[in-house]
Nanobody, 122 residues
Framework: QVQLVESGGGLVQAGGSLRLSCSAS????????MGWFRQASGMEREFVAAISRGSGLYYRDSVKGRFTVSRDNAKNTVYLQMNSLKPEDTAVYYCAAGPYGGITRPMDYMYWGQGTQVTVSS
């Protein structure tokens, strides 16, 4: 099993930046696609970004050019650097680990963190 813990969320003004971290334990970290999802109040969980087992990068259109996902396998950690934040980025952000290669759907992921709140004020 894999346990994931997100950190780095908080309050930020529009245009600001945050860096989220997701620390994993319990399994071979490098064998998993690592994804970021978010869920705004009253909305469905949506794909944000992911880095595959082969280090391919994937982003939803609305965050391209603003967010960067990366991983450090030696540290069992995945990051989401978020720049030029907008109020519509406000959500609980979840880290997830997927063992089978799927990228953009929640069903592609087996393990989930508890989430970290990101609030962007205007």
């Amino acid at each position: 099993q894999v346990q994931l813990v997100e950190s780095g969320g908080g309050l930020v003004q529009a245009g600001g930046s945050l860096r989220l971290s997701c620390s994993a334990s319990g399994r071979t970290f490098s064998s998993y696609t690592m994804g970021w999802f978010r869920q705004a109040s009253g909305m469905e969980r949506e794909f944000v970004a992911a880095i595959s087992r082969g280090s391919g990068l994937y982003y939803r259109d609305s965050v391209k050019g603003r967010f960067t996902v990366s991983r450090d396998n030696a540290k069992n950690t995945v990051y989401l650097q978020m720049n030029s934040l907008k109020p519509e980025d406000t959500a609980v952000y979840y880290c997830a680990a997927g063992p089978y290669g799927g990228i953009t759907r929640p069903m592609d992921y087996m393990y989930w963190g508890q989430g970290t709140q990101v609030t962007v004020s205007s």
